[in-house]
């Protein structure tokens, strides 16, 4: 159970790995960057008073500086995002679970420290990686704790206790205003009762529609919560096959299911209907697009701004609002689409993340183990496909060589960087008609985009290639910026004003698209390219807000393209927002990078390339976010327990999830009602 609720958390981020020189900076050093305490710190609170020791004298302020006592001690601590309590694991890790009457539930102030009533160690900021737990006490600023506003802090960095409501782990997070980072101490303790009902003889909804849902045999969870002058109700119903119910005086679980079905359903014919307005559009008896059966339903026009806007639907069914839909693509449908071809990504750790999905999309379960540069820590990875096996795999490191400069924004380095790339992929793998090559460049702005088209270029084993690539850079503008990171490899980004690097940003995508536009319309005409704004995250406030404006200069600037191109956009911000549960820490499950690659797909590909089948099944333990858990990722949790930091997105994209072919049209929903197997029926293939 220890290892099931390791929850560190610590972002990579396609980034080298600290180095020991800031892993031991000291902490008198980063004392002197760290705010004043506020008067709010008590204020905020509630806590004026400690229940060991008066504030005042142990601190050695005036009480008139933070206004007059409330008496108040040892209380529950809370978020606005739900009802749920601070916690303490035995090991000593803190979550959020069901308010109970419970010392390691109750929390006050100690001067500066944090403590509960279960023993005498303080709440602690692991600054190595990112978790926060309980720790022998000690004067170090990553104790020190106040509040500004609601959002609650240390004086060792200006990060923000976080409630990951997904895993329900706490940790330091860039602050973003959002709920999960509005803590409070609670005056009472909300009244929780829970039953357990299976649900018999439901209903079973037969249509071939796959936006309907389909019931089967379901648990039910009814939780009611009563404070002090409100109630709430929430009830939440879990589709499953095999249930395992436990019931306490608090708590109740359900199961989990190893196998999700997903309906993208498409047409058998093979005639292409695109659809320009799909609202507007009718089937044959005048019924509106978007009402129509999914594989009744034309499909979308993958023109300049495909359409993504959607919902995740029956068994993580992707449906879009437009009322259209996309083509299918396995394994074997894509493979077919890109053999002989190089598909090039530039980005940051999503983008990271989509490359090995499409690896592991399109080699088998086998040849998966976490290699040099999953998570971070390479520039340059490349690797090379051939009948589902990996032929070749090479990655370059971020640092020590010339393209570091290239990285920190010193673009006179370029051309040595370049001879760099060249010298060492001139000992990779050579092009032919069936090997498939992807390759992804760790690099996070504008301004290196046209030194990855000369490389491309310029590499004579793969002249005769056809390419097809994805470029995905606005979010390290703001993270930069805004958030003013050590971890930002552009000091011009840190030290302006945030109109400046909007300047900045407009003048290098400029530069960047003025390039993309021939290359894509002629060396990649037959795949084309695709231009994409930063990935959905959480992010409120003026984070959210940085975020969202440098993602519209995107959208600005990609549809005011003249002339006919093979450029088109990808707006990953809207995509995702349709499947917030999918996310982590603003990085995307399987489910979501897969559902993005169907759609690049139907860009990058003749129809005629496409399954010829009507749907896919997602099979994995970790195909979705909702299932994410250290057990069921191994190697992952082996390496990053020696590396010192976990988090659950890395776990969540490790281990492969299959794309298999699913006919709906043959689907008996009545016969998996009785299925007590667990997985869904594939249907025909």
Known sequence: ??????????????????????????????????????????????????????????????????????????????????????????????????????????????????????????????????????????????????????????????????????????????????????????????????????????TTTTSLDATTAITKATTTTTSTASATASTTTSTTTTTTTTTTTSTNATTATTTTIATFTSTAISAADTTTTFIPNASTTHGDDGTPAKELPIFDRPICNDGAVPQVEGHLAWNSHWVLDAGCRYEVWDARATTTCLSGSWVVLQGASNGLLMFHTLLMMLTAPSTNRIRSGRFGGRAVIDVFIQDGQILEYSALPSVGNPCEEVKHGIMAAADNCKQHVLKHWAGLSEHAPDVLRITIFCWWFWDTTPLIIDLVEADQHWKDADVAMVVQVSAWYTICNYIKTHECPRQDLLECSEDDAARSFNSEMQSALERLKPFCSARARRHGCVVGTKSWSAAGGGLGASFARFDELVRQRMTDLDGPTRLRMFDFYKFGAGMPEQTILGHGSQILHSWAWQIMLNGFCPRDAAMKVSGLTFSGP?????????????????????????????????????????????????ATIQSSSGAWPLGSR
């Open 1 to 202: 159970m220890a290892l099931a609720r390791l929850r560190h958390t610590w972002p990579l981020l396609c980034y080298p790995v600290l180095t020991q020189a800031y892993l031991a900076k000291s902490m008198d050093t980063l004392k002197d960057k760290a705010p004043p305490i506020p008067l709010v710190l008590l204020q905020q609170a509630g806590v004026l008073h400690s229940s060991k020791q008066n504030l005042a004298t142990r601190e050695g302020w005036r009480m008139s500086d933070f206004g007059t006592q409330t008496g108040r001690e040892v209380q529950h601590l809370q978020t606005r995002y739900d009802q749920r309590c601070l916690n303490v694991e035995e090991n000593g890790n803190v979550y959020m679970s069901v308010c109970q009457a419970l010392d390691r539930q109750m929390f006050y102030f100690e001067g500066s420290h944090i403590k509960s009533l279960a023993s005498d160690k303080c709440l602690d900021y692991d600054h190595f990686n990112g978790n926060v737990h309980m720790y022998a006490c000690h004067e170090h600023d990553n104790q020190k704790w106040y509040f500004q506003g609601e959002s609650l802090r240390t004086m060792w960095d200006d990060k923000c206790m976080d409630y990951n409501y997904n895993t329900q782990n706490v940790y330091m997070w860039w602050c973003h205003g959002g709920s999960n980072q509005k803590w409070f101490f609670s005056e009472s303790l909300p009244t929780v009762t829970s039953t357990t009902v299976l649900v018999s003889g439901s």
């Open 622 to 670: 970790l195909c979705s976010a909702a299932e994410v858990d250290l057990e069921k990722c191994p190697e992952y949790a082996d390496l990053c327990r020696k590396w010192g930091r976990c988090t659950t997105w890395m776990c969540m994209n490790s281990i492969p999830c299959q794309l298999l072919p699913f006919d709906l049209r043959t689907f008996n929903a009545a």
